[in-house]
């Protein structure tokens, strides 16, 4: 290997971390702007979905903060793969909210409501936050290309995950050499 080549390697984890950082905060940010900015609101499976996500940015943060700082290459590659782990559940919750959506399994029986008009009986707005009902699991509120919200992200789930893992795993030695 040339000293480029090596240098080129030794950087890899530091921008694959980097990568991961800122597809997951992009990804979380788009769901985030659908919400505050599209109007869509969330049911229960699609805030669950976010939380790998908001586990992942930090630790990505962290793997390359512990890259550029030129730490064990154990450490970075084990925060990578934590965030294939992390990126692997969230493939997991997009598939299942997928899945209750298309009406191929039941979902939870507390995110099977149908949201509908509140009612404030004369009372007040805080009064009815109380009685809010949050929109029903099993309804996607948008397709985009026939692929549901919770569709997408179990794409953008997998692509991450074999990100992280690829830079986690590539260039390890195999055992015995």
């Known amino acids: ?66 890259a550029w ?31 209750v959506e298309w009406g191929w399994w039941p979902g939870p029986t507390d995110c099977t409501n149908i949201a509908g008009p509140v009612d404030t009986g004369g009372n007040g707005i805080l009064d009815a936050l109380d009685q809010f009902v949050p929109p029903s699991c099993d309804k996607a509120a948008l397709r985009i290309l026939g692929l549901s919200m919770a569709g997408w992200n179990a794409i953008a789930s997998l692509v991450l995950a074999a990100i992280a893992f690829l830079g986690a795993f590539r260039g390890v030695p195999a055992r015995g050499r």
């Open 1 to 66: 290997m040339t000293e480029a080549e090596i240098a080129a390697a030794q950087r890899r984890p530091l921008y694959t971390a980097l990568f991961l950082a800122a597809a997951m905060a992009a990804t979380v940010g788009t769901a985030l702007g659908f919400q505050y900015i599209g109007g869509y609101i969330p049911c229960k499976l699609c805030y669950e979905q976010r939380i790998p996500y908001y586990i992942g940015v930090p630790l990505m943060v962290l793997a390359a903060l512990a």
């Open 69 to 99: 700082l030129r730490m064990p290459a154990w450490i970075v590659r084990t925060l990578l793969a934590a965030g294939g782990l992390l990126m692997a559940y969230g493939l997991y919750l997009g598939v299942y909210h997928s899945g």
